[in-house]
C-alpha cells in the first residue's frame, strides 16, 4: 500500500523483579515524558501483565501516527533526555528491555461510552 500511512505502535517489554513492582511503576508514574508535545504521538499505556516465578510482566505501549513519527522521535533530544537514566532502573528487571515494534494493518473503534459513577 504506497502512500498509506499506518499507525505504529512501539513497545517494551520488561520483566520486573518480584517485589520491585512498585518501584518500577513509580519509576514511570513520576517521570515527565513530554510525549504530548511531540509531534505524532498518539497515546501511551503502562501494561501489567502476567506474574511468573521470578518476575512480573511489564509492557510499555505508546502509539504513534506513523513508524516515520516514531523514529524521529527516538533521534530527539527529548527521547535522550527521557532516557538519560534509565540505567539507573537496571536493578528492578531482569535482563534488557525487549522492544516490539508494529505497523498497524486494521484499526476498529467503539463507540465512546459515559464513564461510569463516581463512588
Known amino acids: 500500500m504506497s502512500g498509506v500511512h499506518r499507525m505504529f505502535i512501539a513497545m517494551n517489554r520488561f520483566k520486573v523483579i518480584k517485589g520491585s513492582e512498585a518501584a518500577?511503576?513509580?519509576?514511570?508514574l513520576s517521570r515527565d515524558t513530554h510525549?504530548?508535545?511531540?509531534?505524532?504521538?498518539?497515546?501511551?499505556?503502562?501494561?501489567?501483565?502476567?506474574?511468573?516465578?521470578d518476575h512480573t510482566l511489564y509492557a510499555s505501549h505508546t502509539v504513534?501516527?506513523?513508524?516515520?513519527?516514531?523514529?524521529?522521535?527516538t533521534k530527539s533530544?527529548?527521547?535522550?533526555?527521557?532516557?538519560?537514566?534509565a540505567g539507573d532502573n537496571k536493578p528492578l528487571y531482569l535482563g534488557h528491555p525487549e522492544f516490539e515494534g508494529f505497523?498497524?494493518?486494521?484499526?476498529?473503534?467503539?463507540?465512546?461510552?459515559?464513564?461510569?459513577?463516581?463512588?
Open 24 to 28: 518500577f511503576e513509580n519509576v514511570w
Open 35 to 53: 510525549l504530548d508535545k511531540v509531534p505524532g504521538f498518539v497515546e501511551f499505556h503502562l501494561l501489567k501483565g502476567l506474574e511468573a516465578e
Open 64 to 73: 504513534w501516527k506513523s513508524r516515520a513519527t516514531f523514529e524521529a522521535w
Open 77 to 85: 533530544e527529548a527521547f535522550r533526555a527521557v532516557h538519560a537514566r
Open 103 to 119: 505497523e498497524t494493518i486494521q484499526t476498529v473503534g467503539g463507540k465512546a461510552k459515559a464513564p461510569l459513577p463516581s463512588r
